[in-house]
């Protein structure tokens, strides 16, 4: 069963009918249904429907939200690298949520660990933004960051 590129059934033919009508057409015979009887093929631009597919299917990408977790005494190499994976996380469309985990007497001095936060998140300024504050939660600080909406609007004017 071949189907025309405008939605019109041809009917039933051989599949060299069907190429050859493509073909004159410029265009491509897709099976679109090979377990109906007789299997179903349109006449479509192959390279334009894979197209359409690949964006409907980012089109369905859930937010996900990643958790990076680190500690006061995290070296600053590790702190570039969790940076590095935060930063395509928020560039791939998912919600970051960065955890300190404090012990102890690093749990006298929060503050610092928040500004240690607050200059972390800064340095995401230009694919996300900071949705949560970092604040005091069970045993530490967490900040939320989701991406940017007008990434889009940012590359169009460069």
Known sequence: MVIDEDGTMLGVMTPEDGRRIAGDKGLDLVEVAPNARPPVCRIMDYGRFKYE???RQKKQHQMQTKIIKLRP?????????????????????????????????????TDRWVA???DLVSKLDDVGTMTARPQLEGGGVT?????RKDKDAKSDGD
């Open 116 to 118: 240690q936060l607050n």
């Open 73 to 109: 005494k995290t070296d600053p190499n590790d702190l570039a690298t969790k940076l590095r994976h935060a930063r395509r996380f928020l560039e791939g469309g998912d919600r970051v949520r960065f955890v300190v985990r404090m012990r102890g007497r690093e749990r006298a001095v």
């Open 53 to 55: 597919q690949r964006k």
């Open 143 to 147: 900040a939320t960051v989701e991406p």
